[in-house]
């Protein structure tokens, strides 16, 4: 059996991998950041665009493509008609 004191050393160990390095806290921070960017430059155009110029309903786009990357670039791509 499994004393408390093993059990939480176990856990800070499994704790302390899971911790970035600045390095990798930094490409974290940063990716984070562009996320935010495209996002809210996807929502804003969406809202500014009249709806015969979209394939698909805006609450779909907004919500697709403002929430992650890959319905940004859906959006960018397929999203929006010229």
């Given at each position: 059996?499994?004393?408390?004191?093993?059990?939480?050393?176990?856990?800070?160990?499994?704790?302390?991998?899971?911790k970035?390095?600045?390095?990798?806290?930094?490409?974290?921070?940063?990716?984070?950041?562009?996320?935010?960017?495209?996002?809210?430059?996807?929502?804003?155009?969406?809202?500014?665009?009249?709806?015969?110029?979209?394939?698909?309903?805006?609450?779909?786009?907004?919500?697709?493509?403002?929430?992650?990357?890959?319905?940004?670039?859906?959006?960018?791509?397929?999203?929006?008609r010229?």
């Amino acid at each position: 059996m499994v004393s408390s004191e093993q059990w939480v050393v176990a856990e800070e160990n499994i704790v302390a991998k899971r911790k970035l390095d600045p390095r990798g806290r930094a490409v974290v921070i940063a990716l984070t950041a562009v996320q935010a960017v495209v996002g809210t430059l996807t929502v804003l155009d969406i809202s500014k665009r009249p709806p015969e110029l979209l394939r698909g309903p805006k609450l779909f786009w907004k919500l697709w493509g403002g929430s992650n990357t890959l319905g940004s670039a859906a959006y960018w791509l397929i999203g929006r008609r010229k």
